[in-house]
């Protein structure tokens, strides 16, 4: 965290997060690097930090990271972003995960930050719990081709509305909805989101 600040000038926020009070949060690969505990805390906080029709969105090592460290020769000296820089200790990872859906491994000197490798749905399920909130994305390698990208927005499952992308405000401003249609469907949702929070 600390690096965070001093890199990007930003504020170390601690316990102050605040409740109710963001329509977007852009965790972008913290979950990447934290172990199940952790993560599970943070998911909480940013869960209580989103106003009604806000949206989270995290990226996320899963799927891909997984198989393209699997049985991997941790001999070659090329490619070692394969393993994140813990070596052979990436196959521990790569055995969690296959067990449980999370694998998770400190980096050599720093404990509690390192690598985790976990399926999309050990997120979904802790965020999807209640019903305040509804899953509107899921991009494997959405983010530097090895991130997934997820995105949950706060709106109640139960609410019989169109849907929560439509009834929040996604509508332009004078034209027709076709100019909001991209060529596949993460510009398309990408355009909403960006036509809809600007």
Known sequence: MNWCVEQYACKNTKDEIPTNHFDLVWAESIFAHLP??????????????????????????G???????ADWDYGRQDQPWVHYGLGPRMQDVVDQYRASGF?????????????CVADPKWFAKRIL???DFIQ????????DNHHDIQAFMRSSL??????????????????DSSQLIGADPQTTFLRYLLWWKI
């Not at 694998?103 to 690598?115: E, L, P």
């Not at 139960?158 to 034209?175: E, I, M, S, T, V």
């Open 36 to 61: 199940a505990e952790a993560a599970q805390e943070l998911l909480h906080r940013l869960k209580s930090s989103i106003r009604p029709n806000g949206i989270l969105i995290f990226a996320t090592l």
């Open 63 to 69: 799927r891909y990271s997984s198989t393209r460290a």
């Open 103 to 115: 694998g998770y491994a400190d980096y050599a000197d720093q404990i509690g930050w390192g690598i």
């Open 129 to 131: 719990e209640s019903n």
């Open 136 to 143: 509107i994305l899921l991009q494997e390698k959405g983010l």
């Open 158 to 175: 139960l609410d019989d509305r169109r849907g929560p992308l439509l009834d929040a405000g996604f509508r332009p401003k004078k034209a």
